[in-house]
């Protein structure tokens, strides 16, 4: 797959996290990148796990799974802080994206 169709990645303007294991044989890691790299989205962030496979949250040894989970936890308490209190804030960009999207 050398592309995703442009509707689609122009639609993914939302924070977003990727989360793929290196050794994935269900579904390769570059599509996963080519989303990261393709989403029109500011804030987002790709995380390939070595060594691991595609259940990263329930077929890997617990400190993998402790590690992804910990990494999601960070990645939400970092967007957390930044708009603590911005509930309104939150949803005044989701209704933006929503009306800019339709």
């Known amino acids: 797959?050398?592309?995703?169709?442009?509707?689609?990645?122009?639609?993914?303007?939302?924070?977003?996290?990727?989360v793929h294991g290196g050794e994935d044989i269900v579904i390769d890691p570059s599509v996963s990148k080519l989303l990261y790299e393709t989403a029109s989205s500011e804030d987002k962030t790709f995380k390939?796990?070595?060594?691991?496979?595609?259940a990263l949250t329930s077929?890997?040894?617990p400190?993998?799974?402790?590690?992804?989970?910990?990494?999601?936890?960070?990645?939400?308490?970092r967007r957390?802080?930044?708009g603590e209190g911005s509930s309104r804030?939150?949803?005044?960009?989701?209704?933006r994206h929503d009306n800019k999207h339709r």
Do not use: N
Request: charged share 25%; net charge negative; aromatic share 14%.
């Open 63 to 77: 400190e993998s799974i402790d590690l992804v989970f910990s990494d999601i936890d960070a990645w939400l308490d």
């Open 1 to 18: 797959m050398d592309q995703f169709p442009p509707t689609i990645t122009y639609c993914v303007s939302l924070p977003f996290m990727i």
């Open 80 to 82: 957390r802080a930044a």
């Open 59 to 61: 077929g890997e040894p």
């Open 89 to 95: 804030s939150e949803m005044e960009r989701k209704s």
């Open 48 to 54: 390939l796990y070595p060594g691991m496979w595609h």
